[in-house]
């Protein structure tokens, strides 16, 4: 049972930055891929950016080089560092954990970006 606690949401004008943390129970967190997920109100969930247990990273192109996912497995945390923001991005932001036998969300963070 992999348990996440995110934070670092909140309200912030356009072209701000916010940092967003996730921190995981357990002591398999390095064997997990996880994600960050956002889900704005009347749309779908939607993968904002991806890590692997190696490190590799993915991005939707909506975010490719306004923000930056990074774990710290020694913490059991992972990061998505979000620069630039638009107010396209204001959404309820998840955390997920994966591999080839479970799957595990947080409950989310608000983030409002104000143009």
């Known amino acids: 049972q992999v348990q996440l606690v995110e934070s670092g949401g909140g309200l912030v004008q356009a072209g701000g930055s916010l940092r967003l943390s996730c921190a995981a129970s357990?002591?398999?967190?390095?064997?997990?891929?996880m994600g960050w997920f956002r889900q704005a109100p009347g749309k779908q969930r939607e993968l904002v950016a991806s890590?692997?247990?190696?490190?590799?990273?993915n991005y939707a192109d909506s975010v490719k080089g306004r923000f930056t996912i990074s774990r710290d497995n020694a913490k059991n945390t992972v990061y998505l560092q979000m620069d630039s923001l638009k107010p396209e991005d204001t959404a309820v932001y998840y955390c997920?954990?994966?591999?080839?036998?479970?799957?595990?969300w947080g409950q989310g963070t608000q983030v409002t970006v104000s143009s």
């Open positions: 890590i692997t247990s190696g490190g590799s990273t």
């Open positions: 997920n954990a994966k591999n080839m036998w479970s799957e595990y």
């Open positions: 357990g002591r398999t967190f390095s064997n997990y891929a």
